[in-house]
Nanobody, 124 residues
Framework: HVQLVESGGGLAQAGGSLRLSCAASGFSFSNYAMGWFRQAPGKEREFVARIWWSGGMRDYTDSVKGRFTIARDNAKSMVYLQMNSLKPEETAVYYC?????????????????WGQGTQVTVSS
């Protein structure tokens, strides 16, 4: 069965960096787009970034462009999110999601599996 296990979250100061990792198993990883979403308390789940099955295209929500980088290693079935210049308002649980297709979209409905999430807390 599909398993996605996020790690790398923690406490960072504003302006700091964190690198999230997601280990995937139970499916043919290289055939699926992968995405990162986040959810802050009392807020809806929010798209952060996605990457095509091949890694050939990456897409970000506007607020993180230039600061966050999504990457994948198909040989290791891993997806990463490098987060730089973090802001307090980015405090949330971050989730690694599997897309329903090779390309994915920004819509949560186009992802069918996610992990337990990893907490990111950014202090001011």
């Amino acid at each position: 069965h599909v398993q996605l296990v996020e790690s790398g979250g923690g406490l960072a100061q504003a302006g700091g960096s964190l690198r999230l990792s997601c280990a995937a198993s139970g499916f043919s990883f290289s055939n699926y787009a992968m995405g990162w979403f986040r959810q802050a308390p009392g807020k809806e789940r929010e798209f952060v970034a996605r990457i095509w099955w091949s890694g050939g295209m990456r897409d970000y929500t506007d607020s993180v462009k230039g600061r966050f980088t999504i990457a994948r290693d198909n040989a290791k079935s891993m997806v990463y999110l490098q987060m730089n210049s973090l802001k307090p308002e980015e405090t949330a649980v971050y989730y690694c999601d599997r897309g329903r297709t090779r390309w994915g979209t920004k819509a949560s409905a186009d992802y069918d599996s996610w992990g337990q999430g990893t907490q990111v807390t950014v202090s001011s």
